[in-house]
């Protein structure tokens, strides 16, 4: 079992079970941070705090929908985040309580390190609200989609530019991914601002929310929206430059044919001159031998015909 | 009449008319679980169970849409799971009251065999819960619809990775059937989904559920909003996957035009040069005949067009 | 005046006015079957039935939305239905009170001879609901859609087939002819799914509603969702098939592209060589001329080109 | 100022301020209707009907959006019908209490003058139902929406077949234009729909609405649910036309690459043909000098190079 | 501090924390508006006004959603503006009670130098309602997006008919940029319009709100669904033009590949049969050697085949 247990006063200690056990007995509020629940921690969960089977198993499975359960006894919120390295997201199960705060994550969330330190400094400064440590974990969660998004942003913008500079397929690869990535991302915002929106709303109030606190978590659903709304756009931006694509590609390609068509429409009737003139008719090799037939049919009818055409795709303004 | 019929302490018994007359008058719960609902069993339901007219029609023809009916003594429900292999939905209906559960389904639903199993042990045990037996039945039927969700979106993910590699008319068609499953999905999911989330908030509660029981098909309602979040968002991404499909198609028609483009570009010219000096001009043939004339009309012009025509290429960074 | 009177008993007499004022002072019910409104009609409607102005309009000029009026006296409904040989929609305005059943229709239903011989030997054995006669008119018009549906998953699929095998102009007339006749279903079809929603929830109950008819009108509800999300499933599917005639024409297109510049590619060079060597240069045709320079320059040199460009080709995969 | 007044017993005067003023005094209800406010007209409103600032600021800039206000002692009513060309729509402002209309328009209302004389003529004759003089002028335009939507149906229908038969630039310039048009519509009807939706269920009842009244005003709203539906289903159609279009174009183009592919495959190998056997090697030159070598190789050659590709191209289905 | 200190009577002070100590101790209403945010301007915030850390938190981050948060004591009020030179929005966060509005703004907003020279006026001539202050300063904010859409409405007509003319590929950037900026617009539109639904329907009203200054507020709202709906409307028109584009494209390469194509069918097959008579078979050499020979075969069959296939265009309306 691996994780962080503080206690009441903000001292960090071992998490075994013996410890869980003495704080619960103690009565006062703890956070117990568990990484990756192993079968102690999901014995400490079903047998120790006596959590409802249907979360213990939701928490022992990953992937689950954000969502927030009302289990009489405790409440069961599953969050997610984004990952630093903008990978994926990140999963928190929280169980939650007057009593005590116990999130289980899957690998070691980085953005729990900061929470954790200055929630430590504060209680052993006396401010123990516990309602407010469950409002800065989460907000360390959702705002760790900003950069993401930030990111995303500046991503759209340059394959634009890059698309109307010179359209290739691995732009085409990069949309698709990226759209994927925005449907994830849309996937566990659109359920998450829906918990907030109710929180507010709600009768069935998480223990120590007060008015002033309900003011902090009112901001987590207001930067939900922000992303929310962020994603909703991104995803129009993102059609906008597949749909750019196609037309960049498809303009392209009729420069490159109205260039082939140039080239075919001279040469091709400048080339049956010259056949013409290579045929082996016995009057044509015998009565065609001057130099004025030469300069008029053999090289002025040729100049002729090249600035006729010419002329003609400068009046349809092609060239 | 084929199925089975479990009585309340578990044990499973043939499906005969008259087994089930016996077990309604004994007045304790039973599960019959028809397959493939003949004249008997519609003569049963109609005539010994007393259901409804319109009841016992929906039953008889498959292909209804999920839905929950207060047919005040009983519960008609529709529920909807899907293939093991892939290929289609499963339908099945419930007949439920406190007395007896009453399934029908077309063919034999394999998920149920492992459900009926586990049943059969619990009220051998004791354990005689008649709503969680429904839970679990329904609960199996939902269930299947993961893995073939999975299998799509490995699915997607494959041809996403072929069209970029290669785009083919296969894939057209692969893309079409696809949509066409997700679209059936979504036909049965949206309804399903919408009668579990009434289920909670309604107070024509199912007979015996409990808050306990409640929670469990809350959690049910979970899945199918997970279902249709996936449903959804596959969707998104198949109309993507054709978008791709067509910005890829055109991408390799403008490479292709390109490639022709350059050959007409270097061998038009260069061929009607050839031709030029392949005229049968007397004076031409009279005096171009020295190897001077040989060397720089005959090949050096020919080698000069080619190299103009090169430099013109890469400047424009076609090749 | 054309049409059918059916009296209580279920006896069918002419439909003169005559024989229908005489009824209406009986008070006992009766329904009105008018088959394409004329003067005569309407007056009936006006000055006999003392319907509300609006409500005779409305009757009269068919192209009405389907829709439930309470005018006090009397409920004025409309209802469409389709057409057996898939043509259009069937329209039929209903005046129903709890003394009569007016119905307006334009051509005659065939949906209706089914139901009023149904009708009449159900009223000659004494069974004489009257809000059950008018469920099973409209039973007759909604169920008319489903063998039009039907008809149209059949053609949606056979079109896609065709469409990948072989895309057509005519394809792409056939699928906007299909889009159209969807629009106007899904014009016809929520707005009845939206009347028979609020049935259901509505206090203004229609005169003779039992519950237990009104489980037969929930039915009928039931069958609007149904088809409602049909319609929606086939648009989807329309758009679908769009896409893949644009996407496969596409791929065609790069195909015989792809041909042509293979062509291009191989027979361009050679036919500069052969061009080369058809050049009158004094000094080539006197030099070149042993057998060894023939089938080096004119035979070999062609059919290393030749191999040479298969051989690129091949390596690029385009063979 | 210019526009009409009519008085209670429906003569028609002169709109000077008097008038006016006279009619406010008598008490009785009197309709004005004003055409392009003018300084005096603004006046009027303000100064004499003592109508808020808002209000009149609203009506003097036109281009408002359809809406309903209720100024406590007058409803202030912006509604807009189409003109009758077909080019745009006609906004009318109307100020409506219990003892006066005061309508404003810009340019002329051609359905107003309808309206006026039949009201002129029904007021002579005592029927004086004030409501009812606002319903028909707001009836009069809405119903000029239908046949701008009938000009549109029709549109739609033609250009369709010519796109299919012909795709050409102008129609794209078409398209736009009309969904252009459609757009517009959709503006103005939108929150017209919703006035009269609100307005039966509202209880800021309008003055001397009845029972009776509130259906024509229902009648109304029929009406605009209607022409949503068409504008709706109309835009659909118009982006499937698109759609249509963009296929036809791409399937001409595979068409006409057909043919070229089909000609340059013919007649490439042809050439090059015909190009070797005029290659000036001394050796095939004095070799090749018989009828039997002319006839095979010169006539015999060629036609079955020919008639194999032709072989080749109705085996591939391309001719 | 930067910004503008504007007392009960009207008059405009320097913006020094003393002075706004003396005008919050003096208790009557004032106006402070800050420009840009330093470190003196956030502590006045939050230790002379004692906001709430959260509200002023945000008004130092701009870049915030509009919103209406109802801190107890005081409204904190996010809204947006567009830039005069309609590059990007303007955003001033509000705080307003009975006793003080304070307005902090990026850089200097243009808008508000009217509204304060105008209250400053009104103030010193009586009128001094605080609401109506804050109506003015919100409708400047609101009113500066009507030209920036007109420019983008005429915008998008040029771009249309520029696309119809010539298609190009910066068209395509303009479109993405609009699209961008729409995208933008809407994003603060939306919810802007969502607060002043609210504040009309809400009971926490704002102080000082009277049904007078309501009228005006709800004024503000009908602006604000006026530029949602136009904003719809334009997304609707850039998609169109989008599509329109890729039409126009694919038309001009239909036209361009048609050229190409009469080119090729006419010259390819004059070529082969000049390149046929250019053959140095003996036989042909030796015994074509007549007029008749060089007029009949050279000239006249290259009419003929030039002329059929003249014809044969004409027929299938290609020239």
Redesign the interface.
């Known amino acids: 079992m691996n994780g962080y247990l503080m206690e009441a006063d903000g001292t960090v200690t071992a998490t075994t079970t013996d410890a869980v056990k003495q704080n619960i007995s103690a009565g006062s509020f703890f956070w117990l941070d568990l990484i990756d629940l192993d079968a102690e921690g999901s014995d400490l969960l079903l047998n120790t705090f006596h959590f ?1 089977p ?1 979360a213990v198993e939701d928490a022992e499975h990953f992937g689950q ?1 954000p ?1 927030l ?1 009302d ?1 009489d006894d405790f409440f069961y919120l599953v969050v997610h985040g984004a990952q630093g390295d903008g990978g994926g997201t990140v999963e928190v199960h929280c169980f939650y309580s007057e009593k005590f705060l116990v999130t289980v994550e899957r690998g070691q969330c980085s953005q729990f390190d900061d929470v954790r330190e200055r929630a430590s400094r504060r209680r052993q400064q006396g401010a123990r609200s516990n309602i407010m440590l469950l409002y800065r974990i989460i907000d360390a969660l959702i705002d760790s989609y900003f950069p993401v998004l930030a990111a995303l942003d500046e991503q759209i913008d340059t394959l ?1 530019d890059e698309i ?1 500079a010179q ?3 691995a732009q ?2 990069t ?2 991914t990226m ?2 990535s925005l ?2 991302l ?2 566990v915002i659109t ?1 998450q601002r829906d918990i907030f929106a109710n929180l507010a709303a709600s009768d069935s109030a998480l223990p120590g929310m007060t008015p002033e606190s309900e ?2 978590f ?2 987590l659903y ?1 930067h939900l ?2 992303i929310s ?2 994603v909703d ?1 991104y995803r ?2 993102l059609t ?15 420069l ?6 140039i ?3 001279i ?6 001159i ?12 015998s009565h ?4 004025a ?2 300069v008029f ?2 090289i002025g009818l ?1 100049i002729l015909v090249a600035i006729g055409l010419l002329v003609l795709f400068r009046r349809r303004s092609w060239l």
Do not use: C
């Open positions: 409802h249907l929908r969502k359960d289990y634009e109307l359209p290739t397929e085409l690869g949309l698709f759209k994927r449907v994830g849309r996937k359920p003011r902090y009112r901001d207001d929206i922000r709304d962020l756009s129009d931006l906008g430059a597949m749909d750019t694509h196609l037309s960049t590609v498809s303009n392209r390609l009729n490159v044919m109205k260039q082939l068509t080239i075919a429409t040469f091709l009737p400048l080339s049956f010259t056949g013409f003139f290579g045929q082996n008719f016995g009057v044509m090799i065609i031998t001057g130099w037939a030469f049919l053999g040729q």
